[in-house]
């Protein structure tokens, strides 16, 4: 019964930057850790960034410095705000959640998923 409804994909040129949205319902939203996945055609799904239910925030290396993952716990609402973007940060995006409300960018082990937004990044 717990839904992700993600938004804010599209295409950017190289160095730009894009905002992701996801909304979340039928869940106690301050009670799981959140995170954002992506996948590129070919390869396996990977984690991006984490913020579990105390705020700690985590990133793959290859983000850090450039994406920043938010709560908005009024709106229920995460956010992956994406700056200098690139053409390797091409892929299907996805919101997940996770029960465990404490896991790290390695042991992340989402529940829940939502449909995926697409972002392009185009040189």
């Known amino acids: 019964q717990v839904q992700l409804v993600e938004s804010g994909g599209g295409s950017v040129q190289a160095g730009g930057s894009l905002r992701l949205s996801c909304t979340a319902s039928?869940?106690?939203?301050?009670?799981?850790?959140m995170g954002w996945f992506r996948q590129a055609p070919g390869k396996e799904r990977e984690g991006v960034a984490l913020?579990?239910?105390?705020?700690?925030?985590y990133y793959a290396d290859s983000v850090k410095g450039r994406f920043t993952i938010s709560r908005d716990y009024a709106k229920n609402t995460l956010y992956l705000q994406m700056n200098s973007l690139k053409p390797e940060d091409t892929a299907t995006y996805y919101c997940a959640v996770d029960r465990a409300s404490y896991p790290t960018i390695a042991t992340m082990t989402p529940d829940y998923w939502g449909q995926g937004t697409q972002v392009t990044v185009s040189s």
């Open positions: 913020i579990d239910s105390g705020g700690r925030t």
């Open positions: 039928g869940l106690t939203f301050a009670a799981y850790a």
